[in-house]
């Protein structure tokens, strides 16, 4: 009797609110070219419109046609998605225009995107079948970033016009960067305020919105990397893997903007400190960041963090100022790795890329510019006739 009792509160249980109720898919699609936390935080809102999120990412032929040359490959950026923490779902070679067919192959109930303009090479609104068909909802796009603002970023990196003292340099050259960017491809005057960017300004706010907010469990393995993990590309991204692995628990200690010009030079970091936080958190092996981390990792730190392994990937470790090394501490404690993430990618090589196609995304930045300040003008024309 007591069996059958338990049998019937089982079925009881699986025909309760919670069982019966349908499962909402949500589709976002892109490029996510230079996958920066912009992405990132458009994904997560993407995700608290339903339950799981599917992915879609566009392929280099598709974005070669409609945009220009994407910076990174498709697998690259297949696999950046991925490892994104709101992320449930990538699908890849996703058509440019979103059509309900492919809400329909999904199972996905609408379509999520920022409300900026995307277009195809022609002009079109990419989401206009999804819109005629009410299947479309906006989230907020994070002001202060885009993949053409990056892009200009490194380009002006190649230049020595912003080579300063070690004194002089501040967080604020990356403001100044983007503000040269912006006005260099359509004037101060007439700017787009999706493409025409300004500096971005990390909230408390923010960072609890990437952040996992969760502590070690008891014995788990606490594993502490540091660096710049500037322009988070997915050499970094098989780093942390591969780190992730070793342990149940990833600090990434982010070093100061400063801290990080003294040992890659007077043109870095290309992302300001507040910009490579959101960056990292926003990755699914990453569970907790120190901002402004000290460059020697110390005894304090070490104990503080109760770490168990302090992890490095195979670039030469630049000494601290006076001349020690930065991690004599956990090589005195036998808690020191070093990580072979299996690709030679780096913040360089990126910016090589850039540098090989110079006028090709020079010109790519333009047009888009171009393309977005026309539709502006016909949405204001509009306004002003029903208004």
Not at 279 to 286: D, E, H, K, M, N
Not at 293 to 317: N, Q, R, S, W
Not at 370 to 383: A, D, F, G, N, Q
Request: net charge negative; charged share 30%; proline share 4%.
């Amino acid at each position: 009797m007591a069996s059958k009792r338990s049998d019937d509160a089982r079925s009881a249980a699986d025909m309760s609110p919670e069982k019966k109720k349908k499962e909402i898919r949500v589709w976002m699609d892109g490029c996510f070219d230079m996958v920066h936390f912009g992405h990132a935080n458009a994904l997560r809102q993407g995700k608290q419109f339903g339950d799981s999120l599917y992915v879609g990412v566009h392929s280099d032929e598709e974005i070669n046609k409609h945009k220009g040359p994407p910076v990174y490959n498709e697998q690259e950026r297949y696999k950046m998605v991925r490892a994104i923490k709101w992320v449930d779902q990538v699908v890849e070679n996703a058509p440019y225009v979103t059509t309900l067919e492919t809400l329909e192959e999904y199972n996905c109930d609408f379509c999520v995107h920022g409300d900026d303009i995307t277009t195809t090479a022609d002009g079109q609104d990419t989401y206009h079948l999804v819109k005629t068909a009410e299947k479309y909802k906006e989230c907020k796009r994070t002001e202060g970033v885009s993949t053409t603002d990056l892009v200009g970023r490194m380009l002006l990196v190649t230049k020595t016009h912003h080579q300063q003292d070690k004194d002089e340099i501040d967080q604020a050259s990356v403001g100044a960067i983007s503000k040269v960017v912006s006005e260099s491809s359509s004037g101060p005057s007439t700017k787009s305020p999706w493409t025409g960017v300004s500096q971005f300004l990390t909230t408390s706010r923010k960072i609890i919105q990437f952040a996992e907010g969760k502590d070690p469990n008891p014995g788990d393995k606490i594993i502490y990397v540091a660096g710049a993990f500037d322009l988070f590309h997915v050499g970094l991204l098989d780093f942390l893997e591969k780190v992730a692995a070793e342990g149940d628990f990833v600090i990434v200690g982010l070093h100061t903007d400063p801290t990080v010009n003294r040992y890659k030079g007077a043109n870095f970091p290309i992302m300001n400190l507040h910009e490579r936080v959101l960056s990292v958190l926003a990755c699914r092996y990453v569970s907790e960041v120190v901002i402004g981390a000290p460059y020697e990792v110390t005894p304090e730190l070490m104990d503080h963090f109760k770490v168990d392994m302090v992890c490095h990937g195979k670039t030469p470790i630049m000494p601290c100022e006076d001349g020690s090394d930065p991690y004599a501490e956990p090589k005195k404690r036998g808690k020191f790795m070093v990580i072979e993430s299996g690709n030679p990618l780096t913040t360089e090589m990126i910016i090589e890329r850039i540098i090989k196609h110079r006028l090709d995304f020079e010109a790519r930045n333009k047009k888009k510019e171009e393309k977005e300040l026309k539709i502006m003008e016909y949405l204001k024309s509009k306004e002003n006739k029903t208004g």
